[in-house]
């Protein structure tokens, strides 16, 4: 049996960036009808990625939800057909740290591009120029935009 999708994470965090799943998946927190209760530590990642709401509806429900749904509520990033998924998952994994890096430098210009950092001046400026970034504007948070 194959995996009910492809989790594609970032290479940095290692956090889920995509959840791309076949159109046959199911998702379902079954163990809440024999009544187990799950920590708030085991909860956050779904609070984080729904919401609470959906977060108590998934798991005291304990109902399956299908790929439609879990594409509605936040689950899912995307739904493909189940044949699509078969072809897409080799693909996917022939991608190296190489590709992705030479993609980010094929399209990511450095000299293009504005960060903007909200915080307290007096604790991330230092470091800020420190990092030797480039040009630093510090903007009061009163300040009006324009």
Known sequence: MQPLGIS???GVSGRRIRWIVG???RFGMPPAKLGLVYSATELR???DLIG???TKWVFFSGRLIDAPKALQIGLADEVLPDDELDRYRP???RVSQDDVLA???QHIRPDDMSIVVVGDA???EAPLRDA???ELTVVPADASPG
Do not use: D, K
Request: no cysteine; glycine share 8%; net charge positive.
């Open 8 to 10: 594609v994470r970032s």
């Open 23 to 25: 159109a046959s998946a």
């Open 45 to 47: 990642p779904f609070v």
């Open 52 to 54: 609470t709401a959906r």
């Open 91 to 93: 693909m996917i994994a």
């Open 103 to 105: 993609a980010a430098r």
């Open 122 to 124: 007096s604790q991330v």
């Open 132 to 134: 030797g970034l480039g």
